[in-house]
């Protein structure tokens, strides 16, 4: 009687924990990937620790803080590792609606990993997004401030070059003007021979003395 | 004997004498600062890779020979024999040519416009590397914090960064959007940079030289050490390098061969004129020409090394990746314990499964993981920069200094060819006296660059890659080559080949023997007009068209995957865009999205739902033509 009584009791569970029943949710441990080897087998203990944080995320929601872990119900265990699992109520006849489970979880999404070592990519509930942590940005973006640095560098540098400058052409106005034009003078009277200009007086028919262009001064040298 | 050469004009001489290059270090580092440029690094490798690998040599280096030295000299030879900038040179050589000089200074400033927009692409890149993890690892989180944003889940997160969060962009070129205000300040960032170098001419720009371009090559020699260690750089090396010759029996290898030397020589810009001006009369100009030729060509088989053995490392990352993916899908529906398929057993397995439950099997989303896929997946242009190379870098251990390294080089090496724009332009104004002479040289390059700047804020609003694909396509190419062909014919037929002959004997010591004679008078010309008939009949053959990324075009269900075949390496139905940057194809996905685009019902609509086409996002899929400008130098 009694094991007719065990059996209809499990019967009941499994029609609650079916792969695709009502308000049931997959599962998916990638301990392996997530811990290499470290890595811990996944055996009845470990299912007794994800009962009791599905029922502790539970109690934290209104109006369920009575879920005990033997509500929560596993079943088709793999050897991925993964399995289903689905939240009775206090019957344990009927099952929790899907979308109290999901929120459920997802509040306590942190708690529930760290108590296996995981983390949101190798703990996997499917069908229960996680929600994302936001990137954290600093209040001013880097590259504003690299950008100020080497733009100020760029402006101080453009500067000193403008100021160098006008103190360059200063310097060079303040010498005495004579001086350049003598030497213009000069210059003119050396191209200028008895009014005619030198250089056409090689098209004239004038020639170049060879033996005063040395062979060095062909080729500027490297 | 030797014939004096022609008196020089004194006043062309700036008043004072011509300012002079310190030593001949600097003019060196100068002109291969401005002929290696960007196009070395994203232009070449992808041109070798696409034309049969070591096969695309010997178009390359026939057209070095017979087109790319020749001019290259004749640049050099007539800056340093007449000694001023472009318009002056042509003007000098016959008034009916000054027109040349004038197109070749109003062409700098255009491509200097748009060259110094990529820079700032690249400063914004350079600046956003600093952080950890790097902003185009993931994508952002959407509005309840469940999942990614579509646009970025669609496509992926590096695409994401590149379109949205840099660019903004807008699905059509019509849509102007607002001025990008990140990128306005990158933008007057990069004209302060290149003010501070040129703001006396080549007296700053040549100490700027030793650094712009020594640095990249620097950093190419650490990528191509690192990058050699890595795994999987050398499939992708064999790969790159195997040479295929039945390629070289197709035309547009050898059309793209002779463009490419032409471009990547900064050809017809006038900027080689402007530094051999400021050289003394009596130096070497042949064997410069000879000599950065060389260095040029040499610097892009050295960095395609270094860039082919990275793209190598990422796809055979990508392809683990694919495996991995499959080898989880198979786990977590049978439910095998994990680490059980490793990659190798993976074919096995899936044929086992595929042989026992068929069904099941055929309902996964599993893809076809091919290497070769994933090595056909190149880029050029801006797309290899900004989307593959930034993705590449993300799978190396410390992340952020690549970037760094990588964007910092990327910016030094355009920075150099910037130098040579900028001086076509200024230095022609400055001999033709535009400005008082009482003003000083500081204001006018800060004019010139101030001008520059502000017209190009164009290129700062949210369609302005679509216009600067524009310019890039269709203002520099054709006017390019009308240039050069006039150069040479210019310097040949109207200067004259004797009395050039003789100029080059003054110069260098020796008169030029028969190939230079040769190649001046008869095959480059040839080519030229060859390359420029070739071009227009390309041009002309396809409808005018600009490559769009819209995040509301769907490819539909021609991209779905299945098992059995070949399958678009990437996710399914695409809710993302047309995954194509400016200059980037991608064969294998590409491809097949934008075929999908071709018949009227699946293209895009006004609306950017799909529906009749209003606004035919282009169907280029073979991606040969409109190579941009700026990709080849």
């Known amino acids: 009687m009694l094991r007719l009584l065990f059996f209809l009791v499990t019967a009941i569970h499994a029609e609650l924990c079916q792969p695709g029943a009502e308000n049931a949710f997959k599962v998916r441990l990638s301990i392996r990937t997530a811990l290499g080897d470290k890595a811990y087998a996944w055996d009845t ?33 793999t050897q991925r590792v993964s399995f289903w699992f689905v939240v009775t109520d206090s019957s344990k006849n009927h099952t929790l609606p899907a979308v109290e489970v999901q929120s459920a979880i997802r509040m306590n999404r942190n708690r529930i990993n760290n108590a296996f070592s995981l983390n949101d990519q190798t703990l996997e509930f499917l069908k229960i997004p996680s929600t994302l942590a936001p990137p954290t940005d600093p209040s001013v973006p880097i590259w504003i401030i690299i950008f100020g640095v080497i733009f100020c560098i760029v402006i101080v540098a453009i500067t000193l070059l403008i100021l160098s400058g006008i103190r360059q052409r200063r310097r060079k106005n303040k010498e005495p003007s004579e001086v350049d034009d003598a030497e213009d003078k000069c210059e003119n009277m050396i191209t200028i021979e008895n009014g005619i200009p030198c250089d056409p007086l090689d098209t004239k028919g004038g020639h170049i003395n060879d033996a005063f262009m040395t062979e060095d001064e062909r080729l500027t040298p490297l | 004997m030797a014939h004096a050469p022609e008196p020089d004009p004194a006043s062309g001489d700036l008043g004072d004498e011509r300012p002079k290059w310190d030593n001949k270090a600097q003019y060196l580092l100068s002109c291969i600062g401005f002929a290696v440029g960007l196009g070395n690094i994203w232009r070449f490798p992808y041109l070798c890779q696409t034309y049969g690998g070591g096969a695309f040599l010997v178009p390359y280096v026939i057209a070095l020979v017979f087109e790319g030295i020749p001019l290259f000299h004749v640049e050099l030879a007539i800056g340093q024999r007449l000694r001023k900038g472009s318009i002056g040179v042509w003007t000098a050589i016959s008034p009916y040519l000054s027109g040349l000089g004038l197109g070749c200074v109003t062409l700098s400033f255009l491509v200097s416009l748009y060259y110094n927009t990529i820079l700032a692409w690249v400063l914004w890149y350079f600046l956003n590397s600093f952080q950890h993890p790097l902003p185009w690892s993931s994508c952002p989180l959407d509005l309840n914090r469940t999942g990614f944003v579509e646009e970025c889940q669609g496509s992926s997160a590096v695409s994401y960064f590149w379109y949205r969060q840099t660019l903004n962009i807008t699905a059509d070129i019509n849509d102007s959007g607002s001025i990008q205000w990140q990128l306005l300040i990158c933008l007057a960032a990069c004209w302060a940079v290149v003010y501070m170098c040129i703001i006396r001419g080549i007296e700053t ?16 020699t650490i990528f191509l050490i690192r990058g050699l260690t890595l795994p999987g750089a050398t499939k992708g090396l064999i790969y790159l390098f195997t040479p295929n010759m039945q390629i070289l029996q197709n035309p547009r290898v050898w059309l793209d061969a002779a463009t490419q030397i032409f471009f990547s020589l900064s050809l017809a810009f006038g900027g080689h004129i402007a530094f051999s001006s400021y050289n003394s009369p009596r130096n070497n100009c042949r064997k410069d020409a000879v000599a950065i030729a060389l260095v040029n060509s040499m610097t892009s088989l050295y960095a ?5 053995s990275i793209l190598g490392f990422k796809a055979t990352n990508s392809y683990e990746h694919c495996l991995d993916r499959n080898v989880l899908i198979l786990i977590n529906e049978f439910d095998f314990p994990e680490h059980s398929i490793s990659r190798d057993d993976y074919p096995a397995v899936l044929m086992h499964l595929t042989a026992t439950q068929p069904r099941r099997v055929a309902q996964l989303p599993l893809k076809a993981c091919h290497l070769e896929d994933f090595l056909d997946k190149s880029a050029s242009g801006p797309g290899l920069a900004f989307i593959v190379f930034t993705e590449a870098v993300l799978h190396m251990p410390g992340a952020p200094g690549w970037a760094v390294l990588f964007f910092g080089m990327l910016f030094t090496l355009g920075l150099s060819s910037m130098f040579g724009n900028m001086e076509a332009i200024i ?50 190419p054709l006017n390019l080559l009308i240039f050069a062909f006039l150069e040479v014919v210019g310097v040949v037929y109207v200067y004259g080949m004797k009395r050039f002959c003789d100029d080059i004997a003054w110069m260098t010591g020796r008169q030029p023997g028969p190939y230079w004679r040769l190649t001046w ?38 991209s779905s995957p299945n098992v059995s075949g070949k399958v678009s390496p990437d996710k399914t139905p695409r809710a993302g865009a047309v995954p194509l940057a400016p200059g980037e194809t991608l064969p294998g996905l590409g491809a097949r999205c934008l075929r999908a685009a071709v018949p009227a019902s699946c293209a895009v609509g006004p609306n950017g739902r799909a529906g009749p086409a209003a606004h035919p996002v282009e169907a280029d899929v073979e991606g040969q033509e409109r190579r941009p400008d700026t990709d080849r130098r």
Not at chain 2, 456 to 468: I, K
Not at chain 2, 528 to 552: D, G
């Open chain 2, 205 to 220: 720009t040549g100490k700027a030289i030793y650094f712009t371009a020594s640095f990249p090559y620097l950093v190419l």
């Open chain 2, 427 to 476: 230095t022609p104004l400055l001999d033709k006296g535009v400005l008082p002479r009482r003003v000083p040289k500081e204001a006018l390059t800060g004019l010139v660059c101030l001008v520059c700047f502000l017209s190009a804020t164009c290129f700062m609003l949210q369609s302005g890659n679509y216009w600067l694909e524009i310019f890039d396509n269709f203002v520099a």
């Open chain 2, 521 to 558: 008078r008869v095959v480059s010309p040839l080519l030229l007009l060859t390359i420029f008939v070739a071009y227009v009949t390309l041009l002309a053959r396809k409808p005018l068209s600009y490559r769009a990324w819209n995040p509301q075009y769907d490819c539909g269900p021609h």
């Open chain 1, 45 to 77: 203990n470990e299912e007794y620790l994800f009962k009791a944080m599905v029922a502790f995320s539970m109690r934290k929601v209104p109006n369920r803080e009575a879920t005990e872990i033997s509500h929560v119900l596993l079943c088709n265990v």
């Open chain 2, 304 to 308: 395609s090394v270094a860039v082919f």
